[in-house]
C-alpha cells in the first residue's frame, strides 16, 4: 500500500501522558496521606470521645484555616522555587494597621480594605526585592521578617488594641449560619482551595507556574515572563497574609506584637508534607488540603488529651523533616534495587 492510500487510522496516537497502572494510583503522595488522614482520626477517636462531636470538630478547623490559607499562596511559591517567611510578620503589621484604624473609628470594610492592602504592598515589597535586584527570596523574606515583626513590636511595645467593632470580629469568629456552624474562615479556605487547585491544574498559568520551578532558565526562553510571575506570586502572598491577618485578629479579637508567632514554620510543614517539592516544580493542591487536615486534626486531638503544646511543636519538627527527606530516600532506595 502506497503512503498516498495509507488510512489515518494506521497512524499511531501518541498520548498527553503515560498510561497509569493501579500501582501508580496507590503509590502517589495524596494517597499515602488518604490513609495517613485515616489512621489520625481513628486513632484519636479512640484516645478522645469527644473527637468525632460535630461542633468540636467545627470548632476545630478555626485553630488551622488561616494557616490553610496561607499554604495554598505558599503552595505556588514553592513550585516556582522561592519561599516567603515573612508572612506572619506580614499578618502582625496587617493587624497593626487594622487596630490603629479601628481606634479611630473605621468600620469593618474599611478594616478588612486595610488589611488586604497592606497585606498586598508587604508582599509587593519582598517581590520587587527578589525579583527586581535578584536576590534569594528566603534570604529577603527573613530580612522582612525581622523588619515587619520589628515595626509591630515598636509601635505596640507590650500593649494589645482591642477596639474592634462587633461586625469584624463576626469574621472570624461566625458561622456560615446557626443550623450549620461551619465557620466562615473554614468555608473560605475551601473555596479558595478550590480555584488555586483550578488555576495550578487545569489552566496555562498552572503550566507556566511548573515549568519554572521545572527549568526557570528553559521557562524565560520559552518567553515566560518568570520574575513578573514571580512578583505576582509574591503580591498573592501577601494578600493571603493580609486576609489570614483579617480573619485572626477578629478571631481573638485583638492586636498584639506576637500574633502568629511561627506560622511560617507550620506552613511551610502543611505544603512539604503535602508533597511540594521543596526543589520547586511539582506539587498538588489536593495534596497541600489533606496535609492541612492531617496537621490539624492531629493538633485537635493531641490537645483533647492534653498534650502539652511544646511536645506538638516537636511533631510538627519531625513531620517536617520526615516529608523533606522521604522522596530522597524512596528514590534511592529504588536505584539501590534498580
Not at 493538633?299 to 516529608?323: D, E, K, M, R, Y
Amino acid at each position: 500500500m502506497s503512503l498516498s492510500n495509507a488510512s489515518p487510522a494506521s497512524r499511531y496516537d501518541v498520548a498527553d501522558r503515560a498510561p497509569r497502572r493501579l500501582s501508580d494510583y496507590l503509590l502517589r503522595w495524596e494517597t499515602i496521606l488518604v490513609v495517613l488522614l485515616i489512621a489520625v482520626v481513628i486513632v484519636n477517636a479512640l484516645i478522645s470521645p469527644f473527637f468525632l462531636d460535630f461542633y468540636n470538630l467545627s470548632d476545630a478547623t478555626f485553630n488551622f484555616s488561616e494557616k490553610a490559607i496561607l499554604a495554598l499562596a505558599m503552595t505556588l511559591l514553592i513550585i516556582v522555587r522561592d519561599i516567603d517567611l515573612s508572612i506572619a510578620a506580614i499578618i502582625a503589621l496587617a493587624s497593626l494597621a487594622m487596630g490603629f484604624a479601628a481606634e479611630a473609628g473605621a468600620p469593618t470594610f474599611a478594616l478588612i480594605g486595610i488589611g488586604l492592602g497592606v497585606g498586598a504592598l508587604c508582599g509587593a515589597f519582598n517581590g520587587a526585592l527578589v525579583t527586581g535586584f535578584g536576590l534569594p527570596s528566603i534570604v529577603v523574606t527573613i530580612g522582612t521578617m525581622s523588619l515587619f515583626r520589628g515595626i509591630a513590636q515598636v509601635a505596640l511595645g507590650d500593649q494589645a488594641i482591642t477596639k474592634y467593632p462587633a461586625s469584624f470580629q463576626a469574621i472570624g469568629q461566625g458561622y456560615i449560619t446557626d443550623k450549620a456552624p461551619i465557620p466562615i474562615s473554614f468555608v473560605l479556605f475551601l473555596g479558595l482551595a478550590a480555584v488555586f487547585g483550578i488555576v495550578l491544574h487545569r489552566t496555562i498559568i498552572g503550566r507556566k507556574l511548573f515549568a519554572m520551578g521545572a527549568n526557570p532558565v528553559a521557562a524565560l526562553f520559552s518567553g515566560i515572563a518568570v520574575n513578573r510571575i514571580r512578583f505576582w506570586l509574591f503580591v498573592l502572598m501577601g494578600l493571603m497574609a493580609g486576609l489570614a491577618a483579617v480573619l485572626l485578629t477578629g478571631r481573638i479579637g485583638s492586636t498584639r506584637p506576637n500574633i502568629a508567632l511561627g506560622f511560617e514554620l507550620e506552613v511551610v510543614t502543611m505544603v512539604v508534607l503535602g508533597g511540594v517539592s521543596i526543589a520547586g516544580g511539582a506539587g498538588t493542591i489536593l495534596g497541600v488540603t489533606l496535609a492541612v487536615f492531617v496537621l490539624g486534626l492531629t493538633t485537635f486531638g493531641l490537645s483533647l488529651v492534653n498534650v502539652p503544646g511544646i511536645v506538638i511543636s516537636i511533631l510538627n519538627g519531625v513531620l517536617l523533616i520526615a516529608s523533606i527527606s522521604a522522596p530522597a530516600v524512596a528514590q534511592r532506595f529504588l536505584r539501590g534495587r534498580s
